[in-house]
């Protein structure tokens, strides 16, 4: 037996619906892109994904069999194996999981930009055309259908594309948060005043916060830093609040300016 689903391989949605097919009695057996086949078992097993190096799982084919796989790109796979957490072939894939969600959520941006590139064209060329023609009661009622069409589907695709990218990156920014692996991360710059301060800050105990850059000072001691972080300006507080005085320095958010 074979179906036919769209999901992110690897993903906690796809290894749901595998592990509800498992129920009714049909075990996974091979995944091509689209199109998952099953068998009819007396008792399927529960499936879990794990993302591991292309290189790292065919070094393992004459130990390791997993019930399937499938290769994402050149040097990622995924491969679904009947065994508990504890006996997990990779102990923590949670660096490979960022990498993979990471591409799809350009993927899903890509797609976006692409579908609403093609409709506007579509409908531009669509007024263009119409407007080399004589003009009749007819030909405004399908010029008018034409741009309703192509502005619905323009629609659809937008909130498709966004709601996948949407995903994607609330799994990335988890990931990130896990990892602490924020290389890639868009970091606002929020804005950090040390005030009447006998020294130049030592920032290097909140390296942890992010990227640290001395922006301006003054004679009268205050320090404007600005400060790339992923972090909130709530945990930003708290964390400057652990070793001064909240009379002494003042977060402002990245959409905020300061008050001179």
């Known amino acids: 037996m074979q179906k036919r689903r769209f999901f992110l391989k690897g993903s906690a949605a796809e290894v749901a619906w595998l592990n509800r097919q498992a129920t009714h009695g049909y075990q996974l057996t091979a995944i091509?892109?689209?199109t998952y086949q099953f068998k009819a078992v007396p008792r399927a097993h529960q499936l879990i994904a794990e993302y591991l190096p292309q290189t790292t799982f065919q070094?393992?084919?004459?130990?390791f069999h997993p019930l399937a796989s499938y290769t994402l790109r050149d040097d990622m796979a995924v491969v679904y194996s009947a065994v508990t957490p504890e006996q997990r072939v990779v102990n923590n894939d949670q660096q490979?999981?960022?990498t993979v969600y990471r591409h799809a959520r350009d993927v899903a941006l890509n797609w976006l930009n692409g579908w609403v590139l093609v409709v506007w064209l579509a409908m531009s060329a669509t007024i263009v055309i119409s407007s080399q023609l004589q003009a009749t009661p007819l030909l405004t009622r399908l010029l008018l259908l034409g741009l309703t069409i192509g502005a619905?589907?323009?629609i659809i695709g937008i909130i498709t594309g966004c709601r996948a990218a949407i995903r994607c990156h609330r799994e990335v920014c988890r990931l990130i948060r896990v990892t602490g692996d924020d290389r890639e991360a868009w970091k606002p710059t929020f804005h950090v005043l040390f005030k009447h301060q006998p020294a130049v800050p030592d920032t290097d105990c909140w390296d942890d916060l992010g990227q640290w850059q001395l922006a301006l000072h003054n004679q009268r001691g205050d320090y404007y830093f600005e400060l790339k972080t992923t972090l909130s300006e709530l945990e930003i507080n708290n964390t400057l609040a652990q070793r001064l005085s909240k009379q002494d320095f003042t977060v402002m958010s990245?959409?905020?300016l300061y008050v001179v």
């Open 152 to 154: 619905v589907l323009m």
């Open 254 to 256: 990245w959409l905020g």
């Open 96 to 98: 490979y999981r960022l």
């Open 59 to 63: 070094a393992m084919t004459t130990v």
């Open 32 to 34: 091509h892109g689209l």
